[in-house]
């Protein structure tokens, strides 16, 4: 609570950058990845996995199906390859927004490259905004660019209405390929807690994009959903 | 100059003797929520879109029409023919160190387009304002800005200036843009109201008022409230109402 005649900055301001500061960060860093990389010649579609229950899933999950081939720690970006095909994931969670036009220059030949992106995110349901009156435990919602994907991915989710936004990494990537005039579908999950009963659909897309199979949802560790530890 | 930013055009006509509206990202969001009020209540016409990495990235769906189907991102451009003016809408905050390069690109491409002038709108802490009965906008007119000799007759205050430089506490980059546009010879007027962050819709009609007296936009024989229409996007601006099972 505060003080009386204490000035207080709304929540959804703290990340700005106060511009009335001289030592505001001027120089321009440039986030790398952590190994030499190579882009490949073919990319068949892009995975880009927001948020810390899509990032901590595909870290449990088993070797034998993708393998990490780059990282970088400090924006917690991790980059999967699918094994059995040409599909890449990209995972991050837990950074700083004002950091997400920098990560996607990392992301750029990526996201240049590969014929479609899709994006996932997870959101507090509170976040949500909607006029109905009930009350979901879990909205799936997407957006679109104006170049329709080529491929089929049969997703019937309504379009995320207005005054719903999306903003970071997979925003960014979104954005990206609006203005190069490239396909890519953006899905937002907004999810009470990360209990097996509310991340039933979202493993159902991760099996329909076959990032994986029925039998790695089965592997959705309880470590994901406890709080026992940090 | 070396171009940073992705531009998409969906119309590359000529913005001849247009002026070029643009809101500072500043307390309250007053210069977005105005041009939002401007873009919805002339229905502005989109003409092009902006990716840089000087912005944080956003996506939506069309703020200003619900049966649109296009994406809408963070920096967008929007033109109404009759009125002559384009407004540069932002739904995010610039970076700080990314900043100066994207306006002075914004400003270039504008100036290649022949607009006559930049109308910049901010805002500044209240509790900066030191004369407490005196309006509470601040306008800086620079050389050569034709609104300069309208702007004296309103009862507003030329902002006040010891240090050489504008400085507009909690008005983000309205000064640096204001720069820009002096070093490129560009006319430029900024327009800021001193507010608080709470619910700054009411700062917005004020802001779209005292724009009339330099910029006549919508028609004085009609009140001029009336004549503001909301964009779509304002609707549950302050969250959605409480759910049912709650009672």
């Not at chain 1, 592997?219 to 709080?227: A, E, Q, R, T, V």
């Not at chain 2, 390069?101 to 607009?115: H, P, Q, V």
């Amino acid at each position: 609570m505060s003080t009386f005649g204490e000035i207080v900055e709304p929540v959804s301001r703290t990340t700005w950058e106060d511009w009335d500061e001289v030592y505001a960060e001027e120089n321009v860093t440039i986030i790398q990845w952590q190994l030499p990389i190579e882009i490949p010649k073919r990319i068949e579609t892009l995975f880009i996995l927001e948020g810390k229950f899509l990032s901590d899933f595909m870290k449990v999950q088993s070797r034998d199906f993708f393998k990490l081939i780059n990282s970088n720690i400090g924006v917690n970006l991790h980059l999967y390859q699918l094994t059995s095909s040409d599909k890449y994931i990209c995972t991050v969670k837990d950074y700083n927004l004002l950091k997400s036009s920098e990560i996607i220059e990392l992301l750029k030949p990526f996201i240049y490259k590969s014929e479609d992106v899709i994006t996932i995110q997870t959101k507090p349901i509170m976040e949500y905004q909607t006029a109905s009156l009930g009350m979901q435990s879990w909205v799936i919602r997407q957006l679109t660019t104006s170049v329709p994907s080529k491929k089929t991915w049969d997703l019937n989710f309504a379009k995320l209405e207005q005054p719903n936004i999306l903003s970071g990494v997979t925003a960014g990537a979104i954005c990206l390929r609006e203005h190069i005039n490239l396909s890519a579908t953006a899905l937002v999950c907004y999810i009470e807690h990360i209990e097996e009963y509310q991340t039933n659909e979202l493993l159902k897309l991760l099996e329909k994009f076959e990032i994986i199979d029925d039998t790695c949802s089965a592997k959705c560790s309880g470590i994901l959903s406890s709080n026992l530890y940090i | 100059m070396e171009k940073n930013c992705i531009w998409k055009f969906c119309d590359e006509n000529p913005l001849n003797e247009y002026t070029l509206i643009v809101p500072s990202v500043a307390v309250g969001n007053v210069g977005q929520l105005s041009c939002d009020l401007l873009i919805s209540s002339l229905s502005m016409v989109k003409v092009a879109s902006v990716y840089s990495t000087a912005q944080i990235p956003v996506i939506g769906s069309d703020p200003y029409n619900l049966k649109s189907g296009c994406l809408s991102t963070s920096c967008e451009i929007y033109k109404s023919v009759s009125k002559r003016i384009c407004v540069l809408q932002l739904k995010s905050p610039l970076i700080f160190k990314y900043a100066k390069k994207f306006l002075e690109e914004i400003i270039e491409i504008f100036k290649e387009k022949i607009i006559k002038d930049v109308i910049i709108l901010s805002s500044s802490y209240a509790h900066e304002k030191k004369h407490i009965l005196s309006s509470p906008f601040r306008y800086v007119a620079s050389e050569g800005s034709s609104y300069s000799d309208k702007i004296r007759n309103v009862d507003i205050v030329k902002h006040e200036d010891d240090t050489g430089e504008l400085k507009i506490l909690g008005g983000g980059f309205a000064s640096l843009l204001y720069k820009i546009c002096q070093e490129s010879n560009l006319p430029c007027l900024v327009l800021y109201k001193y507010c608080s962050e709470g619910d700054n819709i009411p700062d917005a009609y004020d802001m779209i008022k005292i724009l009339m007296t330099v910029c006549p936009l919508f028609s004085e024989e009609k009140d001029l409230f009336t004549q503001l229409k909301q964009p779509v996007s304002w609707t549950l601006l302050f969250g959605r109402p409480p759910p049912q099972n709650v009672y």
